[in-house]
């Protein structure tokens, strides 16, 4: 066996040697690569929350894997940590939620949240952007998204029944805090606090103007009659909404509100008469 002799004064490759194999230490392993491959994708993921009339009913949940939701937490010294926000978020979202606006204390946040003070203000700016940001989460994963719930059913009062029954196994579906975000956490504020109520105000006004979109779709499709105050038929549907969530916060089950709902649907409007005289219905012919 010959040996190589090596020349003793070093070379101008050691330098790059040393820096490509740091960077092999730093190239993520065959074996781990594919294991990323198999993670289920970021963004929503629809999962089953709870029965209703013998069906499977799904509420949106977002997913996020860990590549996407975490990132460096900046400290003072030392190597830095992962943090989680969309599992901060998530945390803040269940507190506002069960206790309000108001209600949730920074101390909450933070503890919740595993934030340091600094670390908090660092991330979020204040506790009404950190609220703003948990609406828009409570939003995602919530049955809020009225345009698809209310699209699903082509006749305009099958598909006002199907909503405010979602709604109201939503409210109660025991995975989360009971009753509605929207309509419990950013009421009864006091002055200094009005953007946070006016936020919230809006996005009710919203909520409200969508039923009111879907009503008038069911004017046009003869659906309903032609003189159909639309306006306050979605105030009224809203305000029914509003009042499940109150009663499942105060302990109402879930068959107490469904009843609500049948209720509730009894002061639909009535279909105008066909006077289609092709139909048989009556009418003259001109």
């Known amino acids: 066996m010959t040996r190589t002799a090596y020349p003793t004064k070093p070379t101008p490759y050691v330098a790059n040697r040393s820096r490509s194999a740091s960077q092999a230490r730093r190239a993520p392993q065959p074996g781990r690569q594919r294991s990323r491959e198999n993670e289920a994708p970021s963004g929503p993921k629809r999962v089953p ?13 977002i997913y996020m894997s860990e590549p996407a939701q975490t990132k460096p937490l900046k400290r003072g010294r030392g190597r830095p940590r992962l943090f989680d926000r969309t599992a901060a978020i998530e945390q803040a979202m269940e507190l506002f939620w069960d206790r309000g606006y108001e209600g949730t204390t920074f101390d909450d946040l933070v503890g919740a949240m595993k934030l340091s003070p600094s670390s908090f203000y660092h991330e979020f700016g204040s506790k009404e952007r950190l609220y703003r940001e948990a609406v828009d989460y409570y939003l995602s994963v919530s049955l809020s998204d009225v345009s698809r719930v209310l699209s699903s059913h082509r006749d305009t009062r099958a ?36 953007s946070v109520a006016e936020f919230t105000k809006s996005l009710r006004k919203g909520f409200e103007q969508e039923l009111a979109r879907r009503l008038r779709k069911g004017v046009s499709d003869g659906d309903l009659p032609p003189g159909t105050n639309v306006k306050e038929l979605a105030a009224y549907f809203d305000t029914v909404i509003r009042g499940l ?40 012919q001109s």
Request: proline fraction near 8%; charge should be positive.
């Open 49 to 61: 929350h709870y029965l209703l009339d013998g069906r499977e009913r799904y509420l949106t949940e």
């Open 159 to 194: 598909a006002f029944e199907a909503f405010i029954e979602e709604t109201a196994a939503f409210f109660t579906n025991g995975a989360s805090p009971t009753g509605c975000m929207i309509s419990l956490a950013g009421t009864h504020l006091p002055p200094h606090l009005r």
């Open 245 to 284: 969530a109150v009663h499942a916060r105060d302990g109402a089950s879930r068959k107490q509100l469904l009843a609500i709902c049948r209720v509730a649907m009894r002061a639909w409007p009535a279909k105008p008469p066909d006077t289609n005289p092709k139909n048989g219905s009556g009418g003259s």
